[in-house]
Nanobody, 120 residues
Framework: QVHVVESGGGFVQPGGSLTLSCAAS????????MGWYRQSPGKEREWVAT???????NYAHSVRGRFVLSRNSALNTMSLQMTSLRPEDTATYYC??????????????WGLGTQVTVSS
């Protein structure tokens, strides 16, 4: 029952900054994790960053120190602040939300993605 929508993508020059946002509809129930994944043209989707109830916030090595993940639990929104962007950061970025249902089984939700293009 969760609808996920990303926003904030766009075009940015190398070294620039961009902030992505993710909004989840309604109450996500028992929160497990929220995160960002990305998929570059011709490549498989890769994990970027995740925040979870137990493990806190984690980042992929490729973005560590450049990206900052934050969450507004009250509003069920999440942002990814990206700085020092590189051409290899070019990808479609997807918001991922995982929650536990009444049976404590994981439910996984994805947004449709927002495009980030880093180029001169």
């Amino acid at each position: 029952q969760v609808h996920v929508v990303e926003s904030g993508g766009g075009f940015v020059q190398p070294g620039g900054s961009l902030t992505l946002s993710c909004a989840a509809s309604g109450n996500i129930g028992s929160f497990r994790s929220m995160g960002w994944y990305r998929q570059s043209p011709g490549k498989e989707r890769e994990w970027v960053a995740t925040i979870s109830e137990r493990d806190g916030t984690n980042y992929a090595h490729s973005v560590r120190g450049r990206f900052v993940l934050s969450r507004n639990s009250a509003l069920n929104t999440m942002s990814l602040q990206m700085t020092s962007l590189r051409p290899e950061d070019t990808a479609t970025y997807y918001c991922n939300i995982v929650r536990l249902n009444a049976q404590r089984m994981a439910e996984i939700y994805w947004g449709l993605g927002t495009q980030v293009t880093v180029s001169s």
